[in-house]
């Protein structure tokens, strides 16, 4: 069973940043590749960043390529994004998953999911 608790979503201007961060309690966080997925209000839910178990693949939506960073601490059992550059569009609940595997980019692929914590970006 694998927990994950998202936190630094918030309210910020166009252009401006944020970082989220997504807390696992996992003994074996290192297993699991993971994944930052987003759903604006009356929209599905769609994929933005993966990283594998090491750090080693990283994948991004091309919406958010090049002002999105993903990244993993193995250590603190933590995965981050890095949010540069925001624009309106950007504005979503944003949730954090995981799934027993090298890598994966598919919603149905994942089997845990975190709360979600909303951003918004003020034009």
């Known amino acids: 069973q694998v927990q994950l608790v998202e936190s630094g979503g918030g309210l910020v201007q166009a252009g401006g940043s944020l970082r989220l961060s997504c807390a696992a309690s996992v003994r074996t966080f290192s297993r699991y590749a993971m994944g930052w997925f987003r759903q604006a209000p009356g929209k599905e839910r769609a994929f933005v960043a993966v990283?594998?178990?090491?750090?080693?693949?990283?994948n991004y939506a091309d919406s958010v390529k090049g002002r999105f960073t993903i990244s993993r601490d193995n250590v603190k059992n933590t995965v981050y994004l890095q949010m540069n550059s925001l624009k309106p569009e950007d504005t979503a609940v944003y949730y954090c998953a995981a799934v027993d595997a090298m890598i994966a980019t598919m919603i149905s692929e994942y089997h845990y999911w975190g709360q979600g914590t909303q951003v918004t970006v003020s034009s």
């Open positions: 990283i594998s178990r090491t750090g080693s693949i990283r």
